[in-house]
Antibody
Framework: QLHQSGPGLVKASQTLSLTCAIS??????????WNWIRQSPSRGLEWLGR?????????EYPFSVKGRISIKPDTSKNQFSLQLNSVSPEDTAVYFC??????????????WGPGTLVTVSS | DIQMTQSPSSLSASVGDRVAITCRAS??????LNWYQQAVGKAPNLLIY???SLQSGVPSRFSGSRSGTDFTLTISNLQPEDFATYYC?????????FGQGTNLEIK
């Protein structure tokens, strides 16, 4: 299971920070990647990036947010986090964390966290 | 990026009906296609992976198929809990991309 936490209101130009706590699995698992996905009426479901452990920690982000985003694992707390810098009202969305199943056929997201509505105020 | 074009955007049907939702990929993605169901106010939930494999716990009235770059989600014998929004997603390469969704409503 995945449990999300973080503020639901962020001011424009500031940093959005969310955390996803993992139970029943390990953030260091070599059979999983840990993702953030957001959903808004204007953009639909948008993949924001992932982290996963192979022989080292790996990070992947789409071009649309690269340079503004950071996804980091925290092995001591078995969780991972999202930081999105310099937010604008266009970043208002429901943010989901999701486990990506690896090495068992094509990848897929299961389970998802419950979602956090983050509103960026101008 | 791989574009996923989903249709229809909305669909009205009755309990007991059979419906089909399609998703077209902008390039070959082999079987790297997943289907999710999203109830109002909830997170998406995996139904079908690898185009046609049923996720554990999902009823057998849900099925998936592929023809080239076209994928179909079929729901037989619609039940009241099936009225939700459905999304396809390609997992062949990053950035992962989703279809725009199909809102299945009760007629």
């Amino acid at each position: 299971q995945l449990h999300q936490s973080g503020p639901g209101l962020v001011k424009a130009s500031q940093t959005l920070s969310l955390t996803c706590a993992i139970s029943g699995d390990s953030v260091s698992s070599n059979r999983a990647a840990w993702n953030w996905i957001r959903q808004s009426p204007s953009r639909g479901l948008e993949w924001l990036g992932r982290t996963y452990f192979g022989s080292k920690w790996n990070y992947e982000y789409p071009f649309s947010v690269k340079g503004r985003i950071s996804i980091k694992p925290d092995t001591s707390k078995n969780q991972f986090s999202l930081q999105l810098n310099s937010v604008s009202p266009e970043d208002t969305a429901v943010y989901f964390c999701a486990k990506e199943i690896l090495h068992s056929g094509p990848n897929r997201f299961a389970p998802w966290g419950p979602g956090t509505l983050v509103t960026v105020s101008s | 990026d791989i574009q996923m074009t989903q249709s229809p955007s909305s669909l009205s049907a009755s309990v007991g009906d059979r419906v089909a939702i399609t998703c077209r990929a902008s390039q070959n993605i082999n079987n790297c296609l997943n289907w999710y169901q999203q109830a109002v106010g909830k997170a998406p939930n995996l139904l079908i992976y690898t185009a046609s494999s049923l996720q554990s716990g999902v009823p057998s009235r849900f099925s998936g198929s592929r023809s080239g770059t076209d994928f179909t989600l079929t729901i037989s014998n619609l039940q009241p809990e099936d009225f939700a929004t459905y999304y396809c997603q390609q997992s062949c390469e990053t950035p992962y991309t989703f279809g725009q969704g199909t809102n299945l409503e009760i007629k």
